[in-house]
């Protein structure tokens, strides 16, 4: 069985490890906390592009909903706040943790091509259920000596089709 706070990635594989260390527990510590600056260092605002899939199949449902880094940061925002205000009966951050797997990274040369999948739920104080179950795929780029974010395609379901 898989320990979900685990990065899968031995330190040896340095790109992985640091992709796995920055998608995952930073992510995650970031929106739960409503705190951009734990990641805002992750991306690279240049030419930085989100894809909104809508958790549709189609690529012609898909949106150019984040043109701009700015765009995606006060939506993100916006989600992290909103989570925030609602109240769960079980511990959100071991929740997201277990409905997150990150196990798939591919690189050539410094791009990479990153997939995160969500599939699971989180329990709500009363009793409803927040069903996570979407996948985002995330470019990243060596840059400046570390790996970062420089778009993605999100919010697409998951399992596709």
């Not at 706040?81 to 040369?109: H, M, N, P, V």
């Not at 969500?118 to 409803?128: E, H, I, R, V, Y």
């Amino acid at each position: 069985m898989r320990d979900p706070f685990k990065n899968p990635f031995q330190p040896s594989d340095a790109a992985r490890h640091a992709i796995w260390e920055m998608l995952v527990p930073r992510d995650i510590d970031a929106f739960l906390a409503a705190d951009w600056s734990m990641v805002e260092d992750d991306f690279i605002e240049e030419g930085f592009i989100g894809i909104d899939g809508g958790k549709q199949v189609s690529p012609d449902k898909w949106r150019l909903a984040f043109p701009t880094l700015v765009a995606y940061r006060d939506e993100w925002l916006r989600q992290a706040k909103e989570f925030a205000a609602q109240s769960f009966a079980e511990d959100t951050r071991s929740a997201i943790f277990t409905t997150t797997r990150l196990e798939d990274i591919e690189i050539e040369g410094n791009t990479a091509l990153v997939r995160k999948k969500f599939d699971g739920s989180l329990t709500k104080s009363d009793g409803t259920r927040d069903l996570m179950q979407w996948q985002t795929l995330y470019y990243c780029k060596l840059h400046e000596g570390r790996w970062k974010i420089c778009g993605f395609t999100g919010y697409l379901p998951n399992p596709m089709g």
